[in-house]
């Protein structure tokens, strides 16, 4: 997502909230100091909505930069997060893949710890009215707009043959986020683009058609780091630089062992940390005592990269243990993961055929 489209094909992520203190869209509240309180943690009344696509396997990147975050939502607001398979169309053109993938990603959504009492979690293409969403907005979008789009311009630069889909990916976007009437859409800061787009789908529809959408905002997600791969590039499926959630794990001791480092020799006080690689990713998923005490071995000397990065491995390996145990559980009962995408998909489509409504009738389509 953001600046990088090829980014975007495993971790596409819209954690979009909406502020509601009544009933319907007329409850919405559209002061500066409710976008405060969301930023200070108060999230009472938000609809959170996210996304990601399948298109492989998800890795640790997908996890902090995705799924953490969304987990930590659904406990302190109303969640919707889906599987966006739509968009994996313009990337993946298998469709025995597609349906595995799908599969697989929900068995990794629910394992990590999403809860479907809490959170709504359905399939993109079960709610299909947003693609009729994104026709309507499409009628409206000037090219111009689409051509600035660092990421299709990214895509076509790595040789991914041009497509409509591709090249019309954000209009999409844009009908993911205004479908729910999203008001605050905290993103990271190369996901800003989108949600710039969509405003100005979003603004350009209303001066033509009527109030019909919420203008959304943008809340920059500093938090959310670029999640350094084993070649130090951000970590991505495009790149062949990813460490799964889930594996052989002799496969991935190996992955995680290959991380480059310099070749500073063992016994040296080590210099450069904080732009290691496997220092980065081992502080996510270690304690604040255990990193300062690891930085303080580096420091003095003794402790090569390759001790750190047998830690790493320990660390990651530990942190996953509960998600693996919940992930074969999962896996042995697939139509409860079924029924579980059905059951959200029935919670979200009235929210969806509402907003969809509204535009058709501002159009002039139906009676």
Not at 260 to 279: C, F, H, R, Y
Not at 334 to 351: D, F, H, N, W, Y
Request: proline fraction near 5%; aromatic fraction near 8%.
């Amino acid at each position: 997502m953001g600046s990088r489209l090829s980014e975007f094909k495993l971790n596409f992520v819209l954690l979009i909230a909406l502020m509601r203190i009544g009933q319907g869209s007329a409850g919405f509240c559209h002061t500066r100091a409710c976008i405060e309180c969301g930023r200070s943690g108060n999230l009472a009344g938000m609809r959170i909505l996210s996304g990601i696509q399948p298109s492989g396997a998800l890795h640790i990147g997908n996890y902090w930069g995705m799924i953490s975050p969304a987990i930590e939502l659904q406990e302190r607001g109303e969640a919707f997060y889906f599987i966006a398979d739509y968009h994996a169309l313009t990337s993946l053109h298998d469709p025995v893949a597609i349906r595995r993938h799908t599969r697989e990603v929900a068995l990794d959504f629910l394992a990590c710890g999403l809860d479907p009492t809490r959170a709504t979690f359905f399939r993109q293409s079960d709610v299909p009215e947003v693609a009729e969403l994104a026709w309507l907005l499409s009628v409206v979008t000037p090219m111009s707009l689409l051509e600035k789009c660092h990421s299709y311009k990214d895509k076509i630069a790595k040789g991914i043959p041009p497509s409509h889909g591709l090249f019309a990916y954000p209009v999409l976007m844009a009908a993911d986020i205004l479908i729910y009437e999203s008001e605050i859409v905290p993103v990271g800061r190369d996901q800003k683009q989108h949600v710039e787009v969509a405003r100005d789908i979003a603004a350009k529809f209303n001066a033509q058609f009527g109030e019909v959408f919420r203008i959304p905002e943008p809340e920059i997600r500093d938090a959310v780091a670029t999640i350094p791969g084993v070649d130090g590039q951000k970590m991505s499926k495009s790149y062949d630089n990813t460490i799964e959630i889930f594996g052989d794990e002799k496969a991935l001791r190996k992955r995680v062992m290959s991380i480059k480092t310099d070749s500073q020799p063992l016994e040296a006080p080590k210099t450069g940390i904080e732009e290691n690689v496997a220092w980065q990713l081992f502080r996510l998923f270690v304690p604040a005592h255990e990193s300062a005490k690891m930085l303080i071995k580096l420091r003095a000397g003794g402790t090569g990269w390759g001790d750190l990065k047998a830690a790493l491995f320990d660390a990651y390996w530990n942190y996953f243990t509960r998600a693996r145990k919940n992930r074969a559980g999962l896996a042995a009962d697939p139509e409860e993961v079924e029924r579980i995408l059905r059951q959200g998909a029935a919670r979200a489509r009235p929210i969806a055929r509402a907003t969809l409504a509204r535009a058709r009738q501002s159009v002039g389509l139906g009676p």
